[in-house]
């Protein structure tokens, strides 16, 4: 029996490959590092066309009633949960184009109440990236902003049969709906084993401050068995493909539109982790994972760590809707069995 289902294989698909032995990852195919320079609006056709399905993309507007259920809730996660869920479409196809439309105008819109600030309209001459970053601050990003915003968004769009995505898929097999199946699988991300806290990582590094200090620091928490945040992963046993994509779009962006000190002090930082990590668990392969250049991108678009999470479902869903449209064409209900362990009736 394989616990969690590690290693079963529960459907093809054409969307992505992550090969962990390797450091590979291949969306659609495309290795990640040629996708890092697409628009996101261009990924996302790639990921629904693989699937059978020819969509617009653009940032929606969303309707009054979900702005209201956004004022009350308690994270910008549960705001995107809430909010996704209230949302409608005729079919599926429509649904698609509203959802992949729809997150980030509810994540701004959550956000800019959360700071007593009214949400803003989308705009028709931005992209999705852009409207993003204008919902939120209420100015038109920099383009360098942008670009980092969208390798990010990129980046992070498709990664094979994770919890989310296969939650996502199962809910599709039933017949649901593709808001149902999208909720679905915000509610699986929203856990912290699978969604992960980019977050950590960058407060080590604010914690190190100063690259003088980074080999103190990092031997005492490994020396009290601390795990290095941003460093190791469960899948890929060399350097996650990901994080050599963002390490050069945060050193792009940074050097032309924001604090070239926190990058190279983060840099500083990465390169002493690795090398003491070796020094003390030698054989073990922890690497640097997305999580690191994740955070360190993130910040430097002047987003919020309550924001690190929503905005990768901004990217997320476009992989979740192609992943349902490939699983409504196999037209069969995922239904795994299980071994039963407990107790059994007295023999007669």
């Given at each position: 029996?394989?616990?969690?289902l590690?290693?079963?294989v529960?459907?093809?698909?054409?969307?992505s490959?992550?090969?962990?032995?390797?450091?590979?990852?291949?969306?659609?195919?495309?290795?990640?590092?040629?996708?890092?320079?697409?628009?996101?609006?261009?990924?996302?056709?790639?990921?629904?066309?693989?699937?059978?399905?020819?969509?617009?993309?653009?940032?929606?507007?969303?309707?009054?009633?979900?702005?209201?259920?956004?004022?009350?809730a308690?994270?910008?996660?549960?705001?995107?949960?809430?909010?996704?869920?209230?949302?409608?479409?005729?079919?599926?196809?429509?649904?698609?184009?509203?959802?992949?439309?729809?997150?980030?105008?509810?994540?701004?819109?959550?956000?800019?109440?959360?700071?007593?600030?009214?949400?803003i309209?989308?705009?028709?001459?931005?992209?999705?990236?852009?409207?993003?970053l204008?919902?939120?601050?209420?100015?038109?990003?920099?383009?360098?902003?942008?670009?980092?915003?969208?390798?990010?968004?990129?980046?992070?769009?498709e990664?094979?049969?994770n919890?989310?995505?296969?939650?996502?898929?199962?809910?599709?097999?039933?017949?649901?709906d593709?808001?149902?199946?999208?909720?679905?699988?915000?509610?699986?991300?929203?856990?912290?084993?699978?969604?992960?806290?980019?977050?950590?990582?960058?407060?080590?590094?604010?914690?190190?401050?100063?690259?003088?200090?980074?080999e103190e620091?990092?031997?005492?928490?490994?020396?009290?068995?601390?795990?290095?945040?941003?460093?190791?992963?469960?899948?890929?046993?060399v350097?996650?493909?990901?994080?050599?994509?963002?390490?050069?779009?945060?050193?792009?962006?940074?050097?032309?539109?924001?604090?070239m000190?926190?990058?190279?002090l983060?840099?500083?930082?990465?390169?002493?982790?690795l090398?003491?990590?070796?020094?003390?668990?030698p054989?073990r392969?922890?690497?640097?994972?997305?999580?690191f250049?994740?955070?360190?991108?993130?910040?430097?678009?002047?987003?919020?760590?309550?924001?690190?999470?929503?905005?990768?479902?901004?990217?997320?869903?476009?992989?979740?809707?192609?992943?349902?449209?490939?699983?409504?064409?196999?037209?069969?209900?995922?239904?795994?069995?299980?071994?039963?362990?407990?107790?059994l009736?007295?023999?007669?």
């Amino acid at each position: 029996m394989n616990s969690g289902l590690e290693g079963i294989v529960a459907a093809e698909t054409r969307l992505s490959m992550v090969d962990g032995e390797r450091g590979e990852l291949v969306i659609g195919g495309h290795r990640v590092e040629e996708l890092s320079s697409w628009h996101f609006e261009d990924v996302v056709r790639l990921l629904w066309g693989l699937a059978g399905f020819e969509g617009a993309v653009k940032v929606a507007p969303i309707p009054a009633h979900t702005q209201l259920l956004l004022r009350n809730a308690a994270s910008a996660m549960d705001a995107l949960r809430v909010g996704v869920a209230s949302l409608s479409a005729e079919d599926d196809d429509a649904a698609a184009e509203l959802l992949v439309g729809a997150f980030p105008t509810i994540v701004a819109a959550y956000w800019r109440m959360q700071q007593g600030l009214e949400p803003i309209e989308p705009r028709a001459d931005l992209g999705l990236a852009a409207n993003y970053l204008y919902m939120l601050r209420g100015e038109v990003p920099h383009e360098e902003l942008v670009r980092g915003l969208e390798t990010y968004l990129n980046t992070v769009v498709e990664h094979g049969m994770n919890a989310s995505t296969f939650t996502a898929r199962v809910i599709a097999s039933t017949g649901s709906d593709l808001v149902s199946a999208i909720t679905g699988a915000l509610g699986a991300l929203k856990g912290p084993l699978h969604g992960g806290a980019p977050g950590p990582a960058l407060d080590m590094v604010f914690e190190i401050g100063e690259a003088s200090r980074a080999e103190e620091v990092l031997r005492a928490k490994i020396a009290g068995g601390e795990r290095l945040m941003g460093f190791g992963h469960r899948i890929y046993k060399v350097r996650d493909p990901r994080a050599d994509v963002l390490a050069k779009a945060a050193e792009r962006m940074f050097t032309r539109a924001g604090d070239m000190r926190l990058y190279e002090l983060a840099r500083s930082v990465e390169s002493t982790a690795l090398r003491l990590l070796e020094e003390h668990k030698p054989g073990r392969r922890l690497q640097t994972n997305v999580e690191f250049y994740t955070a360190l991108v993130l910040h430097g678009l002047g987003l919020e760590v309550p924001l690190f999470t929503p905005t990768f479902a901004i990217a997320r869903v476009a992989g979740w809707t192609a992943h349902c449209f490939e699983q409504r064409a196999v037209g069969r209900i995922i239904r795994p069995a299980s071994v039963y362990v407990g107790a059994l009736p007295a023999m007669v």
